[in-house]
């Protein structure tokens, strides 16, 4: 689809908010004497007045449901219909507005003629929240009418308090009504395996491996030779990284994911790509906006030598000194002990908060190919512990996870990052990827220039004991790293924001609060 054929939908969507703004100008301006004597002559008493407040309510109604239609979904489709000819009925019934009424059903016409332009679907799981909610204003209407019924004459409180019920109730009837089509999670065990070995054989990007969690969607090219995984959160489809696989077969996947999110009505943004595959992106139609910085470091040339990175040195000899000694353990051939001493190291550094992790974070510490650096004090226990996985095309490793009791000496993190890089350079590694670092824009005081940017940074410092940012990049700087540019892209910069919001929670970094997390933290387990 290019953007002609969309052109329809999108011009629809502003005629009906245009017709939306004239039905509430109209609705809040004076009637014509003569055209509203006349009404009021032919209709029963209050009926001109109740249209007036109805047109008041489609108004709103239509202006509402333009971004809807905009997205081409079909429940908004029916909804816009049904609104504007009751719409056009109370204009006439409020005054004779032969304007107005004209002006409604010409984009009926409108709506009826380019009708299958709206082929996105409404989420069938909404059903029952709807006819729940349908249940719900049936009561409220019959406590209502039954008092009216029986000559009971109800409080004003209690008539404000059915009335804002009602309200209440059919706002969330439209959420549900319109709302996006969902999308579950869900992986078998042949597109583990496939994606398992596409990664191996193509995964030369330090984000690669991370596109195994799972919590994550496959879509796999026709001939199986390149995947991509992504998650849709409230109605955006997040891709993690960059699609892996045979590059010749990537633009076609890209093109497949396009065509689905359309089919569904899903934004799509891409989060983590590098800078080698923008021009794909670009061509696509996508913009991309730098997110951030991934900071890598080289093991055959890091160096604890010289003034600048003197902490670093000295945390490290410190823990040597305290008799903390450093080992590599593959994940998968962890002994139960171990495994039930990390567990606990885990618990404890998490502190009853939700695992986070998305785009640079594996959900199973036991992974097979992924490492465990482990910091051991004299008597054998766990300080702390890095949680490594490969980039198997590439020949580096990625930092998944760092973990440390909360009662270990300080230093115990730099002690792992260090004793890491030189069993990599052993190993022949080509970089250790540290962290990804977001909004480094705002965040780094030299790219600080602008009156706007210290405004943002002083918002993000203030907040920085929920995302963590600031911290997580004072620790990578101390390493002096390499910074690689990282990139979010997304089919329009109006939908930054929603995609922000649908990332932040992909992350686990917003979360709902109680019970309520605790329970769909147990389902994602159960999932898993």
Excluded at 423 to 449: H, K, Q, Y
Aim: hydrophobic fraction near 50%; include cysteine.
């Amino acid at each position: 689809m290019n953007l002609r054929q969309l052109r329809a939908e999108r011009l629809l969507a502003w005629a009906a908010a245009l017709v939306g703004v004239i039905g509430l100008v109209s609705a809040l301006t004076p009637e014509m004497a003569d055209r509203f004597d006349f009404v009021q002559g032919v209709l029963p008493p209050g009926l001109p007045e109740a249209a007036r407040v109805l047109s008041v309510a489609f108004g709103i109604g239509l202006i509402w449901l333009s971004r809807s239609l905009a997205k081409r979904r079909r429940r908004a489709w029916q909804l816009a219909v049904a609104v504007v000819v009751a719409s056009a009925a109370a204009h006439l019934a409020k005054g004779l507005d032969f304007e107005e009424a004209a002006i409604s059903l010409v984009l009926l016409v409108a709506l009826v003629r380019w009708r299958r332009r709206f082929e996105v679907p409404g989420d069938p799981a909404s059903v029952r929240p709807l006819l729940r909610l349908g249940v719900a204003l049936a009561g409220v209407a019959a406590i209502a009418g039954g008092a009216e019924v029986r000559g009971v004459e109800l409080s004003p409180r209690i008539g404000d308090a059915l009335l804002g019920l009602g309200i209440a109730f059919g706002f969330f009837s439209l959420y549900f009504w319109l709302r996006p089509f969902g999308h579950a999670v869900v992986q078998t065990v042949g597109e583990r395996r496939m994606a398992r070995s596409l990664v191996d054989a193509y995964g030369s990007d330090s984000l690669a491996f991370f596109a195994l969690r799972r919590d994550k969607s496959y879509l796999f090219s026709p001939s199986r030779r390149a995947f991509l995984a992504y998650r849709v959160v409230a109605g955006t489809a997040l891709v993690s990284g960059d699609p892996v696989g045979d590059d010749a077969e990537i633009d076609e996947l890209l093109e497949e994911l396009r065509s689905l999110a359309r089919t569904q009505g899903w934004r799509i943004a891409v989060v983590g790509v590098s800078d080698e595959q923008l021009d794909r992106y670009r061509a696509l139609g996508l913009k991309p906006v730098p997110i951030g910085d991934e900071a890598v470091l080289r093991p055959q040339e890091f160096s604890l030598e010289g003034r600048a990175i003197r902490k670093v040195r000295q945390s490290v000899s410190r823990l040597r000194k305290a008799g903390y000694v450093f080992r590599i353990v593959p994940a998968d051939k962890v002994e139960p002990a171990l495994e039930a001493e990390l567990e606990g190291v885990s618990s404890a550094w998490r502190r009853g908060e939700r695992e986070r992790g998305f785009s640079m974070a594996i959900d199973d510490l036991h992974v097979p190919g992924t490492m465990l650096a482990l910091a051991e004090d004299s008597t054998g226990r766990v300080g702390g512990f890095l949680h490594l996985a490969p980039t198997p095309a590439g020949g580096g490793w990625s930092l998944s996870a760092m973990r440390r009791r909360p009662d270990a000496p300080n230093g115990l993190t730099e002690f792992l990052v260090v004793e890491t890089l030189s069993w990599a350079r052993d190993m022949g590694a080509s970089e250790l990827s540290l962290n990804f670092c977001a909004l480094t824009d705002f965040l780094a005081p030299e790219r600080v220039t602008t009156a706007v940017r210290r405004l943002v940074r002083r918002g993000l410092l203030l907040a920085d004991n929920v995302f963590q940012l600031e911290r997580l990049y004072s620790f990578n700087r101390k390493f002096f790293p390499e910074w690689r540019r990282r990139y979010i892209c997304v089919e329009r910069l109006t939908d930054l924001p929603a995609v922000g919001l649908a990332y932040l929670h992909a992350e686990s970094l917003l979360v709902p609060p109680g019970l309520w997390a605790r329970r769909r933290e147990a389902r994602r387990r159960a999932a898993a």
